[in-house]
């Protein structure tokens, strides 16, 4: 009687527990689905952005792009893109640096891209104050700050995402297996889409 | 092998994007916006193409 009750508790202990094990496909790895599925969202949302700015600057003509007597900072906005550009790598280089076991490295990255996302922020905050125009003069000012705004909430997303992972960096939770460092890869792809977003605003806004 | 995907390869297609859209700022610079709208386009349609043709490689190997 006894080993029989063992015998069963053996066979509940093997049974699975919780929910219900979720499907993911034999072919793409679920955290590469995850992020495409994003990151496909993200490109469809700047699109219709994207989509509006082209609508107002050739379908609707006005006669000069910007209005007159708008000026866009485009020298500012280029120093603003070199430092966005810098904090890709900085994020690469902490990303490497816990790949080989380097965690003062890391901690460094990370503390530096976090720096270069707030200075972006702050810049582009002082262009906003300095620019001379708002989002209520004229279908410009609207698409203009709509679209630079837009990727500047996505640079806020990620400066927050940056914030947790340094702390945890700090804290000493990253190791340098992939598994043990996956708070550190998924905000650095993250990173890298916003800054690549803005690479596409920028030529699109100030340059073209 | 399933697809997967890193921070390596993202930070190599940066790499790649900041190179073409200096190319795009140097030739809108030097000519006109509508040429550097057309390079930057034909940019665009060239990494599409390549990005398939990778997606449709990896998706045979899984």
């Given amino acids: 009687m006894e080993s029989a009750t063992v015998a069963l508790g053996h066979a509940h202990a093997d049974e699975h527990h919780g929910p219900p094990e979720a499907h993911e496909s034999s072919r793409i790895d679920k955290q590469t689905l995850g992020i495409l599925l994003f990151i496909v969202s993200e490109v469809m949302l700047f699109g219709a952005?994207?989509?509006?700015?082209?609508?107002?600057?050739?379908?609707?003509?006005?006669?000069?792009?910007?209005?007159?007597?708008?000026?866009?900072?485009?020298?500012?906005?280029?120093?603003?893109?070199?430092?966005?550009?810098?904090?890709?790598?900085?994020i690469h280089y902490a990303l490497e640096a816990i790949r080989r076991g380097n965690k003062q490295?890391?901690?460094?990255?990370?503390?530096?891209?976090?720096?270069?996302?707030?200075?972006?922020?702050?810049?582009?905050?002082?262009?906003?104050?300095?620019?001379?125009?708002?989002?209520?003069?004229?279908?410009?000012?609207?698409?203009?700050?709509?679209?630079?705004?837009?990727?500047?909430?996505?640079?806020?997303?990620?400066?927050?995402?940056?914030?947790?992972?340094?702390?945890?960096?700090?804290?000493?939770?990253?190791?340098?297996?992939?598994?043990?460092?996956?708070?550190?890869?998924?905000?650095?792809?993250?990173?890298?889409?916003?800054?690549?977003?803005?690479?596409?605003?920028?030529?699109?806004?100030?340059?073209? | 092998m399933k697809i997967g995907i890193s921070e390596e390869a993202v930070f190599k297609w940066v790499v790649i994007v900041v190179v073409a859209a200096v190319s795009v700022i140097a030739l809108t610079l030097l000519t006109r916006p509508l040429v550097g709208a057309l390079w930057g386009l034909v940019l665009v349609l060239v990494a599409s193409w390549h990005g398939y043709r990778w997606l449709r490689r990896k998706w045979r190997e899984s």
């Avoid at chain 1, 700015?53 to 893109?81: C, D, H, Q």
């Avoid at chain 1, 004229?138 to 940056?162: D, E, K, P, Q, R």
């Fill in chain 1, 49 to 90: 952005f994207f989509a509006s700015y082209f609508f107002l600057r050739v379908v609707v003509a006005p006669p000069s792009w910007p209005p007159e007597p708008y000026e866009l900072p485009v020298a500012v906005a280029g120093i603003n893109t070199a430092i966005l550009v810098s904090s890709s790598f900085t």
């Fill in chain 1, 105 to 208: 490295g890391l901690k460094l990255g990370l503390v530096l891209t976090w720096m270069l996302g707030a200075a972006f922020l702050f810049i582009q905050m002082n262009e906003y104050v300095h620019i001379g125009f708002s989002a209520r003069d004229l279908a410009f000012g609207s698409i203009f700050y709509s679209l630079t705004g837009l990727h500047g909430a996505h640079v806020f997303v990620g400066l927050m995402l940056l914030s947790f992972a340094t702390i945890r960096a700090f804290r000493g939770h990253f190791g340098p297996a992939a598994k043990d460092h996956l708070g550190v890869e998924v905000p650095g792809i993250y990173w890298h889409f916003v800054d690549v977003m803005w690479i596409v605003v920028y030529l699109t806004v100030y340059i073209l």
